[in-house]
């Protein structure tokens, strides 16, 4: 079975940067090449929202907001996905989460790791 582990949370001012990281452990390399990756946040009182989508033939989607400023990328030798986040805003403030979605292999989540931005 697929664990996801997340890693690169913490705190940062409006401007900064952090790299999210997931890892797939428990998994070999050719059920990781299976999975579409994401990253989802949710801030207090809100919603969960898809912020990065990254499919296994390389197309991307970011959420509006993002644009611009976050990149989701996948390293299969690694068997992580990443989300780097530059030019952080207040708003980014939320626990992020990572999805790994397969037709084979399912839908598997990280277990969140927390973002703040502030000043």
């Known amino acids: 079975q697929v664990r996801l582990v997340e890693s690169g949370g913490g705190l940062v001012q409006p401007g900064g940067s952090l790299r999210l990281s997931c890892a797939a452990t428990?998994?070999?390399?050719?059920?990781?090449?299976?999975?579409?990756f994401a990253w989802f946040r949710q801030a207090p009182g809100k919603q969960r929202e898809l912020v990065a989508a990254?499919?296994?033939?390389?197309?991307?989607n970011y959420v509006d907001s993002v644009k611009g400023r976050f990149t989701i990328s996948r390293d299969n030798s690694r068997k992580t996905q990443y989300l780097q986040m530059n030019n952080l805003r207040p708003e980014d403030t939320a626990v992020y989460y990572c999805?790994?979605?397969?037709?084979?292999?399912?839908?598997?989540w990280g277990q969140g790791t927390q973002v703040t931005v502030f000043s």
């Open positions: 428990r998994s070999i390399l050719s059920v990781f090449r299976t999975f579409n």
């Open positions: 999805n790994a979605n397969s037709t084979i292999y399912g839908d598997h």
């Open positions: 990254l499919s296994t033939s390389g197309n991307t």
